[in-house]
């Protein structure tokens, strides 16, 4: 008999985190998450989301032994800015059984109905300003740094309770030496068309780096505030999320527009940590975790795109192309073989247009899901 039991305890807490490592146990695609990290965005009074959101852990139970997680998460912030009701679900885990599924996302629903939502989205882990979207193509190889992987079944079961698509994602795989080399011709007679209309591209000056963050935060919430389950980050979750970012930044991948000293957009390339993560057995960083983390970096030949954003106004202007430019010849200076552009909604037209014809190409999709409550 399956029981859905509500996290209350640390231990409980520990377990949930835990689950995954279980259930993924024999798939050599799987990516632990670090033990540390998921703990805290799954704390109140440890991530900024929870000084402004609440959500609700559960775990199903067949017995003593754990079939599955899941935690219903209500974004008042999302719910202002959007001016709606929804409640939303991630961290969904389990193994191939409907029983469980249905239990955990009938839980999951009941409390989001408790505290008003009349929709359910997700997955996310806990919004779209971090991991997001359920894989549905593309499991022939690991995921890239902070993005999902799952197991095929999910999306059976999920359907099965009433989900239906909201939205897919893509993620482009662009290897250095398919890259059209006109994407890089164009970089010099852009950087001459950006000097006449005082328009400078430079990197991230990490000497100043709580500063430049600020800056940046304003592109952010301006640039993305169109996009489909966009929501802005508050100053506290972006200087968290900087944080996290500074350990593994390479300042080449990580680009700054300005015209006439204001910034007006950023290009954020970060290294795929999950080449070394996948090593560290049950994300637990001690006691040798750490040494494959600070060993390891140095070997990693992939970077994700994790972030490129221009403000309206100049977004005809060329600066997207060159920030591409910049990123995939500053990998192959490097020796990199190549970089995962993600995530990319399907109708951001502009966008997927940009990286076709630098020869990128989809290898992983991802969706998000919605319910009526």
Do not use: C
Request: aromatic residues 10%.
């Amino acid at each position: 008999m399956i029981a859905i039991k509500p996290v209350l305890t640390k231990a409980e807490l520990a377990s949930f985190v835990d689950f995954p490592h279980k259930l993924y146990e024999d798939d050599h695609n799987y990516v632990p998450e670090l033990h540390i990290a998921q703990r805290d965005i799954l704390t109140p009074g440890k991530h900024p989301f929870h000084n402004h959101s609440v959500m609700q852990l559960f775990l199903a139970y067949e017995g003593k032994e754990i079939k599955g997680r899941v935690a219903a998460i209500l974004n008042n912030n999302h719910n202002s800015f959007k001016k709606v009701s929804d409640g939303f679900f991630g961290f969904y885990d389990l193994y191939n059984d409907p029983e469980v599924s249905e239990k955990l996302l009938a839980e999951a629903e009941k409390w989001l109905v408790s505290k008003g939502a009349t929709t359910m989205i997700g997955p996310v882990n806990p919004s779209t300003n971090e991991a997001t979207g359920l894989l549905i193509e593309g499991y022939d190889s690991p995921p890239v740094a902070m993005m999902t992987y799952n197991k095929p079944y999910y999306l059976d079961l999920l359907t099965a309770f009433g989900f239906k698509k909201n939205v897919d994602i893509l993620a482009y795989d662009l290897p250095t030496n398919v890259v059209d080399k006109k994407t890089l011709r164009l970089k010099e007679a852009l950087r001459q068309r950006f000097k006449d209309r005082n328009i400078t591209i430079r990197n991230i000056n990490l000497k100043d780096f709580k500063n430049e963050v600020q800056k940046i935060l304003k592109v952010y919430n301006a640039a993305w505030e169109d996009n489909t389950g966009f929501v802005p980050m508050t100053d506290e979750e972006f200087k968290y999320l900087a944080k996290d970012m500074k350990m593994v930044l390479d300042k080449d991948f990580a680009l700054i527009a300005e015209h006439e000293g204001t910034v007006i957009g950023f290009a954020l390339a970060i290294p795929d940590i999950n080449q070394v993560l996948i090593k560290i057995k049950r994300g637990r960083l001690l006691p040798t975790g750490i040494f494959k983390l600070l060993l390891g970096k140095k070997k990693i030949n992939y970077v994700r795109v994790l972030a490129l954003g221009v403000n309206k106004e100049y977004r005809k202007a060329g600066i997207e192309a060159f920030f591409y430019a910049e990123i995939i010849q500053k990998a192959i200076d490097k020796k990199i073989k190549g970089g995962e552009a993600s995530w990319i909604l399907e109708n951001n037209e502009m966008m997927n247009k940009g990286l076709q014809k630098m020869n990128a190409t989809v290898y992983k999709r991802y969706r998000i899901l919605e319910k009526s409550i």
